[in-house]
Structures are given as structure tokens and as C-alpha cells.
């Protein structure tokens, strides 16, 4: 099947700094991926979706200027934490569709301390 | 290891007419089990969810109990709708172990 991967798999950082996480896919090209966020022991909830070429779309209550999102090729989307606080600390994830079918890249932890 | 599995599709049903898509899954532990669904060029929502053995979760119509004996979580509708037409996910988390079944195609012809 299609690879997602996701890069780096965890990260601590101090609060106040940027942190970018990328999302790949490997052997298909995607044009929509999807970036995601989990508490612990909660659900997996949707953050926005990233179209190539173009802005992305936000969930609601999701802070665009603070969850930047990059989708500047078929390959590859982009999301930066900026201006981290603890509260971000989370675990992201991303996906992407090939064939009607959805594949997860390995999620990223994040600390921010 | 965690695992999920989930009946393959596509399933393809007339209006009105009762759904059932099985899960199962393999886990140490106890997980939280989840139904997610994804309608044609969206991300994934979660559906319901239920977070211990017997919790029913519900929502839209849709239903799924924790049957810790048999390792389940099918997802059942009474009676279902084109705007139903959609891919389900069974997932289930341990932590931040994260494992999604490979998703259930569903189309509802009117």
C-alpha cells in the first residue's frame, strides 16, 4: 500500500519557539492531505485540511496563525506549531488519500515544556 | 501487538435499509475504541466512541457497543440514508498507540 511519512516522530521544545512537522507521501502523489490532533486518551480530532497550491482549510476553533500550514507540493505538507506554549503539546498526525483509500503518516509527539 | 480489523468493501445498500459493519480488534490492555467516518474530499470525523467494556456509543443514528468477550465493536444504523454514503474507520487507542482499521466503503443508493 501507499507510505505516509512523517517526520520528526517526536520533538520537545521550550515554549516560544516554532516547531515544523512535514508529512510525505512516498509513492503517490496527494493532493488533499489532512492534519490531525489527539489529546491523550481522547479522540483523534481534525485540524484542517491542506490542498496543494493552495491556503488550507481550518477546522473550527483551530488558530490559523498559530497552526501554519504548507502544502507547496504534491508530496509534501507542512504544519508549524509557532510560538509553542505547553498547552501544545499534543500528538499529531497526518493522512492522505490515494484510490479512495486513507493512509496515516506515524504521528509526531510533541513537548513543549 | 494492536490491531484492527473491519469487514472489507464496498458495501452497497438501498435506502432505509438496516447497515452493519464489523470490528475487531487485538489490544493489550484496555483500549478506547472509535468509529470515524470520511464523506467524499473530507478529512476524518469522529463518529462515536466508547471508552469501556458494555459503554454503547451513539450518534446520527449510528451504534456501537464494547463487547470485551467477543473483541467487537460493530457499527449499526437501522436505517440508512444516501447522505450516509461515506468510508468508516474502527480505530482504537492505548495511550498514544494509535491503530486505525483499514476502512469500510459504504454507498446508499437512493
Known amino acids: 500500500g501507499a507510505v505516509v511519512s512523517q517526520h520528526p516522530s517526536w520533538v520537545i521544545c521550550k515554549s516560544g519557539t516554532s516547531v515544523k512537522i512535514e508529512c510525505r507521501s512516498l509513492d503517490f502523489q496527494a493532493t488533499t492531505m489532512f492534519w490531525y490532533r489527539q489529546f491523550p486518551k481522547q479522540s483523534l480530532m481534525l485540524m484542517a485540511t491542506?490542498?496543494?497550491?493552495?491556503?488550507?482549510?481550518?477546522e473550527q476553533g483551530v488558530e490559523k496563525d498559530k497552526f501554519l500550514i504548507n502544502h507547496a507540493s504534491l508530496t509534501l505538507s507542512t504544519l508549524t506549531v509557532t510560538s509553542a506554549h505547553p498547552e501544545d503539546s499534543s500528538f499529531y498526525i497526518c493522512?492522505?488519500?490515494?484510490?479512495?483509500?486513507?493512509?496515516f503518516g506515524s504521528g509526531t509527539q510533541l513537548s513543549v515544556l | 501487538g494492536n490491531s484492527v480489523t473491519q469487514m472489507e468493501g464496498p458495501v452497497t445498500l438501498s435506502e432505509e435499509a438496516f447497515l452493519t459493519i464489523n470490528c475487531t480488534y487485538t489490544a493489550t490492555g484496555y483500549p478506547s475504541l472509535f468509529w470515524y467516518v470520511q464523506y467524499p474530499g473530507e478529512g476524518l470525523q469522529l463518529l462515536l466512541k466508547?471508552?469501556?467494556?458494555?459503554d454503547k456509543g451513539s450518534n446520527k443514528g449510528f451504534e456501537a457497543t464494547y463487547r470485551k468477550e467477543t473483541t467487537s465493536f460493530h457499527l449499526e444504523k437501522g436505517s440508512v440514508q444516501v447522505s450516509d454514503s461515506a468510508v468508516y474507520f474502527c480505530a482504537l487507542t492505548w495511550g498514544q498507540n494509535f491503530v486505525f482499521g483499514p476502512g469500510t466503503r459504504l454507498s446508499v443508493l437512493p
Open positions: 466508547a471508552t469501556k467494556a458494555d
Open positions: 493522512s492522505a488519500s490515494q484510490n479512495e483509500k486513507l493512509f
Open positions: 491542506s490542498n496543494e497550491g493552495s491556503k488550507a482549510t481550518y
